[in-house]
């Protein structure tokens, strides 16, 4: 793997690469209407958009943005379907092969092969590790502040000069990271982009944890982070300084629910709350699905149901849970619906999924 990347700009801009990022795009939303009326004219659509690139004429299009209320309310930014295609080929054929490689082992968000729960099973191995080898130890456990409405687009665009030596790929990094942006602070949520140049920043703290303060069981998800450690005195020690390197060279900081504690008490993390003998699901986790049982069968008292949709939301739960020692709470659960208790259609369908359970359990 080179240091830099190096003349790969030009040999990667091709009609084929770009019409295999249209199709990459366009996967699971090939029925909006942006994706129809760009797929009318395709061939003319790539060609285009191939010589604005090639002639240093192409700009991102205009946002438009939305909220979002889950897990969290947030405002998300999204740009025109041709955009899209762009961040698809430039993720593709530069990050991934080039800077991805670079991480740590134990970055896990947005990552093929990785995710939450992985994440969730390298913070338990690394539990039982440490207290294996040590015996009780304390865990530190810190989330930044606004991550991405708070990263610094000029320091960014720095860190990617240091894996960037191509001269038309650098000045392609500086449109996709400046261009329609007002300020010099935050990268849009919602830019398949985003998810990486937010890794690749946070890269800049793993590599300082890992390899300057020799932290060995670390790992992070996202602005999500956790430092397993033998004593109190190293947790404040090791925050102190993860705060101090924040904000010299990130210009971010720890959010206020950033603390220290013993082994004891677990720790949450990606949706599970770990500790060294079994995982168990969040408190909110359960709040919510009880809730959601309650608007089901209220539904279908009502004859309102969509049951399709509730078969998938209950096999989405499922598949989390089971990822952690949930076998009863998984049974209370489905017994609780009465739309499948009753209804004949999905009273198989319970049956099999309560199957499911007892086979993976």
């Not at 013993?262 to 079994?278: D, E, K, L």
């Not at 049982?293 to 969509?306: E, F, H, R, S």
Request: aromatic fraction near 14%; glycine fraction near 4%; proline fraction near 2%.
């Amino acid at each position: 793997m080179p240091k830099k990347i190096k003349n790969c700009f030009y040999k990667n801009l091709t009609f084929g690469k770009l019409l295999e990022a249209h199709y990459r795009s366009r996967k699971h939303k090939g029925y909006h209407d942006e994706v129809i009326q760009f797929e009318m004219n395709l061939e003319n659509n790539i060609s285009n958009l191939l010589n604005k690139i090639t002639n240093n004429t192409y700009h991102l299009g205009k946002y438009y943005s939305f909220k979002i209320y889950e897990p969290k309310e947030r405002i998300i930014k999204a740009l025109p379907y041709i955009d899209r295609i762009v961040h698809q080929w430039y993720v593709e054929e530069f990050i991934k092969p080039y800077i991805v490689p670079k991480f740590i082992s134990t970055s896990f968000a947005c990552l093929a092969g990785r995710g939450t729960h992985k994440s969730a099973e390298a913070v338990q191995h690394q539990m039982r590790i440490i207290q294996r080898n040590h015996g009780d130890f304390w865990i530190l456990k810190c989330d930044i502040k606004k991550f991405f409405y708070n990263i610094d687009t000029e320091v960014l665009y720095k860190i990617m000069c240091k894996y960037i030596e191509d001269k038309a790929l650098l000045r392609f990094t500086k449109l996709l990271i400046f261009d329609n942006n007002s300020s010099n602070l935050g990268i849009p949520i919602g830019n398949y982009t985003s998810q990486f140049f937010a890794n690749i920043y946070l890269n800049e703290l793993d590599q300082y944890i890992k390899r300057t303060l020799r932290v060995k069981y670390y790992t992070r998800y996202m602005d999500d982070f956790v430092l397993l450690l033998k004593t109190k005195k190293e947790c404040i020690f090791y925050k102190s300084k993860i705060e101090e390197f924040l904000k010299k060279y990130l210009h971010l900081e720890l959010n206020d629910k950033s603390r220290y504690y013993p082994s004891a008490m677990g720790v949450n993390f990606c949706g599970y709350r770990i500790f060294t003998t079994h995982r168990l699901i969040r408190n909110n986790s359960k709040k919510k699905i009880k809730k959601c049982v309650k608007v089901w069968n209220t539904l279908y008292a009502k004859g309102k149901l969509d049951f399709n949709y509730t078969i998938q939301s209950i096999n989405s739960w499922l598949a989390h849970s089971s990822h952690c020692n949930s076998y009863n709470l998984q049974r209370k659960v489905l017994n609780s619906c009465n739309f499948l208790l009753t209804d004949k259609a999905y009273l198989q369908i319970e049956q099999n999924l309560i199957s499911l359970i007892e086979n993976d359990s």
